[in-house]
């Protein structure tokens, strides 16, 4: 697994400063109980040479439900999150890079629900331009957590502990990703993205009361396959259907639509034309080549206000600020 970039900027305090000053204190709510709700989004390059971002809208209003699942009032409106968006990417694009961001509210004040006060915190990784590559998966002996004791609806840093202990799991038995099982041992959904099954020629996801976060990728497959003809179903999966499935894959913001190669060591079959289809047809949507009405990108624009500030000017690349266009 690659490194974690430690990139110069960060966006912390209402605005873009250098990344090595973010800092959270030790008895923190954020700390102390990892009191976060966040959103991974990403943003790609445009054949007309503007940079884009994927579902920013559908990001804010998922991050606003996380929030008022934990009772963490947000002052951010859509129009603040996409100016820090922004705000970040002009600081950090690279031409030759898409990018990752990820968008945290860290609980910074208040004790057991009162005087709760967060910081909206971004950080922004280069992403290769490059589609995934096909992975090996397996079923992990951790649990999702259920609806009663850790919501998996809500998008918050502990609900992926038991993630990582499920990639600990999955690592040791040659597995790039994992499957968890949800309280009644049917198929919840990955450690860190959606799951996709095509059987019988259609594609099938478990539903969001499965253990399965809402994932808006999903609901793009979803219209993709309208649009394809391709029957979609959201139904419960169980484990077994996985290992005779006649395509599995991953699906994600991060990870778009990545095919599974095998499951718990079993060899899934080679062709995967369905999963292939989506892929391409999500590849060329996100990036423009096929733009299709259910992917909704905003087009990137630096804030007025953030150029002419000398250390952001200087984190700009002469060669990416001449590819933006600036608003
Ligand atoms: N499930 C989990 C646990 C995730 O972390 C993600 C990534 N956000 C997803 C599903 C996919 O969600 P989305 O398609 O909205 O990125």
């Known amino acids: 697994m690659a490194a974690l970039q430690r990139p110069k900027w960060a966006y912390f305090g209402g605005g ?17 109980r990892g009191l976060n709700v966040f959103e991974g989004i990403k943003g790609y390059w445009q054949p007309d040479g503007t940079f884009a971002l994927l579902e920013l809208e559908r990001h804010y209003a998922r991050l606003l439900r996380s929030a008022r699942l934990l009772h963490i009032p947000v002052s951010e ?14 600081a950090l694009l690279e031409p030759a ?8 509210l860290f609980v910074t004040e208040g004790h057991w629900g009162e005087g709760t006060v967060s910081d909206l915190v971004l950080t922004a990784y280069q992403q290769p331009k490059n589609p995934p590559t096909p992975v090996h998966v397996g079923t992990s002996t951790w649990q999702r957590a259920a609806d009663l004791t850790l919501p998996a609806r809500i998008k918050t840093s502990t609900n992926y502990q038991v993630a990582r202990l499920a990639r600990i799991e999955g690592r040791a038995r040659g597995c790039q990703e994992m499957v968890l099982l949800n309280q009644w041992g049917r198929v919840a959904e990955f450690t860190g993205c959606a799951l996709l099954m095509v059987r019988d020629g259609a594609m099938i996801s478990p ?25 979609f179903e959201r139904r419960p999966i169980e484990r077994t259907e996985l290992l005779i499935a006649d395509e599995l ?3 994600g913001t991060l990870v778009e639509v990545q095919r599974a190669l095998s499951v718990d060591g079993q060899p899934l079959p080679d062709q995967a034309p369905i999963t292939t289809a989506i892929a391409q047809r999500y590849q060329d949507a996100v990036r423009g080549v096929d733009p299709h009405p259910a992917v909704h990108m905003t087009t990137l624009h630096v804030a007025a206000q953030n150029r002419g500030v000398g250390s952001l000017d200087a984190a700009v690349t002469p060669g990416g600020l001449a590819a933006l266009h600036l608003a």
């Open 16 to 32: 873009v400063r250098p990344y090595g000053d973010a800092m959270l204190h030790v008895s923190s709510e954020a700390v102390v």
């Open 77 to 90: 409106t859509s129009a603040d999150y996409q100016e820090a968006c922004f705000g970040l990417m002009g």
């Open 97 to 104: 890079n898409d990018m990752w961001v990820r968008t945290t």
């Open 207 to 231: 539903p969001p009361y499965e253990g399965a976060l809402e994932s808006i990728t999903v609901d793009i497959v979803r219209e993709l396959c309208v649009s394809m003809g391709i029957p």
């Open 249 to 251: 894959a991953m699906c």
